[in-house]
Nanobody
Framework: QVQLVESGGGLVQTGGSLRLSCAAS????????MGWFRQAPGKEREFVVA????????AYADSVKGRFTISRDNAKNTVYLQMNSLKPEDTAIYYC????????????????????WGQGTQVTVSS
């Protein structure tokens, strides 16, 4: 069974940092792009960042560029999201996802191009 499990969310003050983890099991997604999305109450799901698991290519949303960093550990089949200089507007549920097509970078910013999703982890930034 394919599972994605996010962890590392929590409550942090403005300017603080959190490190999210996404551990995949059931298969190795070495040929799939993976991404982080977030969704706040009453708002649409928003692209945060994507990474090619084996290739190391990345794409960041403008809103997080320079503050967030995605990384991977292929041996652990895990991706990470280091979030620095957090702002209240970063408050959301953060989801890890796997792109639906092997070897594809097609519309990695679009949530409906992803096949597998984690259950999400809550990030709350207080002001």
């Amino acid at each position: 069974q394919v599972q994605l499990v996010e962890s590392g969310g929590g409550l942090v003050q403005t300017g603080g940092s959190l490190r999210l983890s996404c551990a995949a099991s059931g298969r190795t997604f070495s040929s799939y792009a993976m991404g982080w999305f977030r969704q706040a109450p009453g708002k649409e799901r928003e692209f945060v960042v994507a990474i090619s698991w084996s290739g190391g290519n990345t794409a960041y949303a403008d809103s997080v560029k320079g503050r967030f960093t995605i990384s991977r550990d292929n041996a652990k089949n895990t991706v990470y999201l280091q979030m620095n200089s957090l702002k209240p507007e970063d408050t959301a549920i953060y989801y890890c996802a796997v792109h639906r097509i092997s070897g594809s970078w097609y519309k990695v910013w679009s949530w409906n191009e992803y096949a597998y999703w984690g259950q999400g982890t809550q990030v709350t930034v207080s002001s």
